[in-house]
C-alpha cells in the first residue's frame, strides 16, 4: 500500500476492508500472525479521516473478544470492556456500527 500512489481515503478503504478479511481467518495456531497483520494494515488508515475512527475501534474491539475466545476465557476482558465503552461513548462512531458491537458484547456476557 505505500509503494502504490494512492488517495488516503483508497488506502484507508483497502485496509480496513483487509482487516476485517483477515480476522475471519484467526484460528489458536495463527492468532499472533494474523494480529501482526491486521495491525499492520490498521497503521495505514489514515487517523485523520474521522469515518475510520470506528472502523478501527471496532476491529481492535473484535481482536479483543478473539484474543478472550481462543483462551477459552469466559470472563470479558478489561481490555474489551474499555474499548466496548469507547465505542458507545464516541459521537463519531455511526449508531449501526455501535449497535453490531452492543449485539456482540451482549452474545459475549451471556455465553
Known sequence: LNQKNLNSIYVSAIATHASYSF???INKDNEKDIVIKVNNFLSFIDSSLEFYE???LEIQYLL???KQDNNNDSLIYDETQKLYQE???NDKVSALLKERVKTIHE???YK
Open 64 to 66: 479483543s473478544i478473539i
Open 54 to 56: 470506528g472502523f478501527i
Open 23 to 25: 480476522l475471519d481467518k
Open 87 to 89: 465505542i458507545i461513548d
Open 107 to 109: 452474545s459475549q456476557k
